[in-house]
């Protein structure tokens, strides 16, 4: 049975993530901090006590998974907090990066190993981390992470090449998810399922590609 690990598994993208993968009969481990009840009955394997913020944690997941090899590894976990220009909060924008660029590059490094030929990365990353895209400012913790993380991605698609190791760079949609206080267009099924056909399409051939959900490529 093939395995794909998702972090951020206990609600909105992650969870509907894990539940796609368990109906089409993949092995998924869900990471977390704290598993949800919705997690708890729907996830055959559930890692807890990872947070994103916590380096050591992160390293813990290699020890925890052992010999296993991952066929799938979706990078979902995330955070945003809003700072205007006029109300900027560099404690908050620190952390975003810290969440959403450094700790998806952290868990792909010290998962590497549980990596083979074949295998494939997701990064969940934003278009709001678009260079070109951005029309409005703001949102500069966000926007700068998402940013970094888009970059990682296409480094990763390169180093991980040679081993036979494919990574997509996934932009899910405006999701209603409690991120955005449910004000989305995209219900996280519907998100999951695109992403999930993202994923399938994915191959060294196109590894590194910054995508919508929807299939078209974004700008950087």
């Known amino acids: 049975m093939p395995i794909v690990l998702i972090t951020g598994a206990n609600r909105g993208i992650g969870l509907a993530l894990v539940k796609y993968y368990r109906d089409i009969n993949y092995h998924v481990i869900g990471v977390c901090r704290q598993a949800s009840s919705e997690l708890s009955a729907n996830c055959q394997e559930i890692i807890t006590g990872i947070s994103m913020q916590d380096n050591q944690a992160i390293r813990s997941l290699k020890h925890i998974l052992g010999d296993r090899h991952i066929d799938i590894l979706i990078n979902n976990a995330g955070i945003l ?19 959403n660029a450094l700790a998806p590059l952290r868990v792909v490094s010290v998962l590497t190993d549980s990596l083979v030929s074949g295998s494939k990365v997701a990064l969940i990353t934003s278009r709001m ?78 590894t590194g590609t910054f995508w919508h959900a929807n299939g078209s490529i974004l700008p950087w």
């Not at 220009?85 to 990066?97: M, R």
């Not at 989305?184 to 994923?199: D, F, M, N, W």
């Open 81 to 99: 907090y809003d700072e205007s220009f006029a109300e900027l909060n560099f404690e908050s924008i620190e952390l975003q990066i810290q969440v």
């Open 129 to 206: 981390g678009s260079i070109e895209d951005n029309t409005s400012g703001g949102r500069y913790g966000y926007r700068m992470s998402k940013a970094a993380l888009n970059a990682a991605g296409k480094s990763l698609s390169h180093d991980l090449k040679s081993d036979g190791i494919a990574v997509a760079i996934l932009h899910p949609g405006l999701v209603s998810t409690a991120m955005i206080d449910f004000n989305g267009q995209v219900s996280p099924e519907c998100a999951a399922k695109q992403l999930a056909q993202r994923i399938e399409d994915l191959d060294l051939n196109n």
